[in-house]
């Protein structure tokens, strides 16, 4: 079993619609992450959490540190949204980080 | 201010030839790290680097050796390319302190034929 473990692997949704991607892990953990893929491109980082939820424009992440859980929204979803998501957990001193396999979303305008 | 670059972008190599991943980071950061990224995993360390002149073991260490005599620079060498090592690279870089966001370089796409 992985140690961070994402859902969906693949959502397709309609242009404007609300997305959610969860990310669930079994490790003891400092701080989570969620990083951004687009096709052949690099990884940015989105939001790094480590309580409670931020926000930065129409995305929103949670995180619930009891249930080991953390959350990613995405609201009035655009095509320009369609990429991988990437939740990453870190761990330990040194910030080493356990990356799960990514969502690949594709919003259809 | 380039953030962490990484050269080359592609490369295609012959099984047996070695070559160096080059990544550099001007932010002063002290972390560096190395990942590579295969169809249906999840990116996965292979070396890391708390400060110069320390580097550790990641989880996919074997075939690759590291080194960082500066802060900046991390290269990543391949000592004798194989099939399996076909992947995409990513170089990262954060500060130590702290939880803290990572800079990630924008890969190298690799070929082992």
């Known amino acids: 079993k992985n140690e961070v473990e994402q859902s969906p692997q693949n959502l397709t949704a309609q242009e404007g619609e609300f997305i959610t991607i969860n990310c669930s892990y079994s490790v003891g953990i400092s701080a989570l992450h969620w990083l951004q893929q687009h096709p052949g491109g690099g990884i940015v980082s989105l939001f790094m959490?480590?309580?409670g939820k931020k926000k930065h424009g129409r995305l929103i992440a949670t995180i619930n540190i009891q249930e080991k859980h953390s959350s990613l929204h995405i609201t009035a979803s655009h095509p320009r949204d369609s990429a991988v998501y990437i939740c990453?957990?870190?761990?330990?001193?040194?910030?080493?980080?356990?990356f799960g396999t990514g969502t690949l979303l594709a919003v259809q305008p | 201010n380039a953030g962490v670059t990484q050269t080359p972008k592609f490369q295609v190599l012959k099984t047996g030839q070695s070559m160096t991943l080059q990544c550099a980071q001007d932010?002063?950061?002290?972390?560096m790290s190395w990942y590579r990224q295969d169809p249906g995993m999840g990116l996965r360390l292979i070396h890391y680097?708390?400060?110069?002149?320390?580097?550790d073991q990641g989880e996919v260490p074997n075939g690759y050796n590291v080194s960082r005599s500066t802060t900046e620079d991390f290269p990543l060498r391949l000592l004798s390319a194989a099939p399996s090592q076909t992947s995409v690279y990513f170089c990262?870089?954060?500060?130590?302190?702290?939880?803290?966001?990572?800079?990630f370089g924008d890969g190298t796409r690799l070929s082992i034929l």
């Open positions: 680097s708390v400060g110069a002149g320390i580097t």
């Open positions: 990453a957990v870190v761990y330990g001193a040194t910030n080493k980080l356990i």
């Open positions: 932010m002063n950061h002290e972390y």
């Open positions: 990262a870089s954060s500060f130590l302190q702290g939880n803290q966001p990572q800079h």
């Open positions: 959490l480590s309580s």
